[in-house]
């Protein structure tokens, strides 16, 4: 995997500070016992998604990978290899 860009851009890194900010918040409610407090943490976590998935959108994500190998259907290589041999 040292080959691939898998998570090194900026909707990543943003979304995944986002969400361990509210992870922190939320595990530091439970300690204290609150539960607004830790659901307002796993808010925090959800936003972090949905602000990832924004910038995604936006262009700021790894872009689509192409397949390898593009193949064609082998009925048409059939066709176009009988109808050049007539």
């Given amino acids: 995997m040292a080959g691939s860009s898998h998570g090194h851009t900026p909707a990543a890194w943003t979304g995944v500070i986002i969400s361990f900010i509210g992870f922190c918040v939320a595990g530091a409610f439970v300690v204290m016992a609150e539960p607004v ?3 307002a943490g796993m808010a925090v976590v959800v936003l972090g998604g949905v ?3 924004i910038m995604r959108t936006m262009g700021l994500g790894a872009p689509k990978a192409e397949p ?3 193949s064609e ?3 048409a290589n059939r066709e176009a290899a ?3 041999q007539s």
């Fill in 37 to 39: 407090g830790f659901w």
């Fill in 51 to 53: 602000v990832g998935g």
């Fill in 68 to 70: 390898l190998v593009r």
């Fill in 73 to 75: 259907r082998p009925t």
């Fill in 82 to 84: 009988v109808s050049s």
